[in-house]
């Protein structure tokens, strides 16, 4: 899968209310389920007396279609992440989590309303919200003589790819830490082959950037 799609462009939140009760919804860029918990984990820690916190996330990964997860978090089933997902659709975003923590007013809210309330939430934090554009990217770890560096940094780039780290710990060898798009990934590798002459092992990562 080689297309483009939206993602968020940076972390955007906003608050409603409705029947005094608060809906703070954080919208935050996650390339994968790592970062997609650590934005939950960091809702969690800035608002702990908050009695629910509900999300979805929708996830590109390596597959043709998007990964969706989402969670209820102790309101009644099918009244909190399914309705920030229908937003998060509804934006035709990827790559993200919505978070949507909620302070109780007092006042119940009913199974319609609060999927009103909490899809509301969802669409308010996207709405407007800075976008741009993202390839999906593979991982090569390429491991090949240190004489080699320069040309194959030449190659990772003449394919849209970007050395993301280096490791120089093996005399005369080094390794580089490769993203690029998925569309390139097989044509890179096979250049990379023919440049070390035998001479690289390279590994396809299960990372998606």
């Not at 990964?67 to 209820?72: F, I, L, N, Q, S």
């Not at 990827?94 to 309303?113: H, N, P």
């Not at 560096?149 to 003449?158: I, N, P, T, Y």
């Not at 490769?178 to 396809?204: F, K, N, T």
Request: charged share 30%.
């Amino acid at each position: 899968m080689s297309a483009s799609f939206q993602t968020l462009a940076q972390e955007r939140r906003a608050e409603t209310r409705e029947r005094r009760s608060r809906f703070i919804a954080t919208a935050t860029p996650a390339r994968d389920d790592r970062e997609a918990r650590t934005a939950l984990d960091r809702a969690r820690h800035e608002f702990p007396d908050a009695s629910h916190h509900c999300w979805a996330s929708v996830i590109q990964g390596r597959d043709s279609d998007p990964r969706e997860r989402w969670h209820d978090a102790g309101e009644p089933r099918g009244t909190a992440g399914e309705p920030i997902l229908q937003a998060i659709r509804g934006a035709d975003l990827r790559d993200l989590i919505v978070i949507v923590t909620r302070y109780f007013g007092g006042t119940k809210l009913g199974k319609g309303g609060l999927a009103r309330a909490y899809r509301a939430a969802a669409a308010r934090v996207l709405e407007g919200a800075p976008r741009r554009a993202s390839i999906p990217c593979g991982v090569l770890l390429v491991d090949l003589p240190l004489p080699l560096d320069g040309e194959a940094r030449h190659l990772v780039a003449r394919h849209a790819g970007r050395v993301e780290s280096s490791d120089y710990g093996e005399a005369g060898r080094c390794v580089l830490r490769v993203s690029v798009p998925r569309e390139s990934l097989r044509a890179l590798e096979g250049d990379l082959r023919a440049l070390a002459r035998g001479g690289a092992r390279i590994e396809e990562s299960d990372e998606t950037i």
